[in-house]
């Protein structure tokens, strides 16, 4: 029942994965693009979390976490760069 | 019982991700699309990373999955608004359906004033 469940979880989340990439192309401003952008390393994360349950590795989940943290730094340092276009 | 919990839960953090993802290409401007990203991406992992703590019940599982979460709920937030302040000071246009926009119109050298859409008309959102 588990391995159902783990492929309809991954199924949807490729598909918001889908979703946030067509947003991605589309965007008419940048920040639209960097929220996409950011969406994306969200779902990578909720995809990586999903595999490690369902393989039980543990290794899965320490790529998460450098995922998030990575994640994060981009999106802040993409809000700085539109930040410093403006002048 | 407990995979039950576990999948059920991993459906439920599926679908908010995936309703986060059509927020993200349907909302009218950044500011909603920033909140439809947000909110139901970080309650769609919170749901993920609580059934996988329900499968695998052990020690190096939870401190790993509570870690991620309680990363996620601190920097989601924080990247929010730093995204939503950059955008509203490189004057992102705001959606024509737009009730209140409480920044200084004009008198604050900092910020440019809001103005409405290019093409307004056209984007998806509600049709009343």
């Known amino acids: 029942m588990l391995d159902v469940a783990v492929a309809v979880s991954l199924t949807m989340l490729a598909l918001a994965a889908v979703l946030a990439f067509v947003r991605l192309v589309r965007g008419p401003t940048l920040p639209d693009r960097v929220i996409a952008l950011d969406l994306i390393g969200v779902l990578v994360v909720c995809i990586l979390v999903v595999v490690a349950a369902s393989t039980a590795q543990r290794a899965f989940l320490d790529v998460a976490i450098v995922g998030a943290l990575i994640s994060f730094v981009g999106t802040v340092a993409y809000a700085r760069y539109i930040e410093r276009e403006r002048s | ?128």
């Open chain 2, 1 to 128: 019982m407990s995979e039950w919990i576990a999948g059920g839960l991993f459906v439920a953090g599926a679908t908010l991700a995936l309703l986060a993802g059509v927020g993200v290409l349907r909302m009218p401007d950044v500011f909603t699309r920033m909140q439809a990203s947000t909110k139901a991406s970080t309650l769609g992992l919170g749901c993920l990373l609580v059934g996988l703590a329900i499968r695998h019940p052990d020690l190096s599982f939870v401190v790993r999955a509570g870690s991620i979460l309680a990363f996620m709920m601190l920097t989601t937030a924080v990247a929010a608004h730093v995204i939503a302040r950059a955008a509203a000071l490189s004057g992102a246009p705001l959606w024509k359906g737009t009730v209140i926009d409480e920044r200084p119109h004009g008198d604050s050298p900092g910020l440019p004033p809001s103005r409405p859409a290019p093409g307004a008309e056209s984007l998806p959102g509600p049709e009343n």
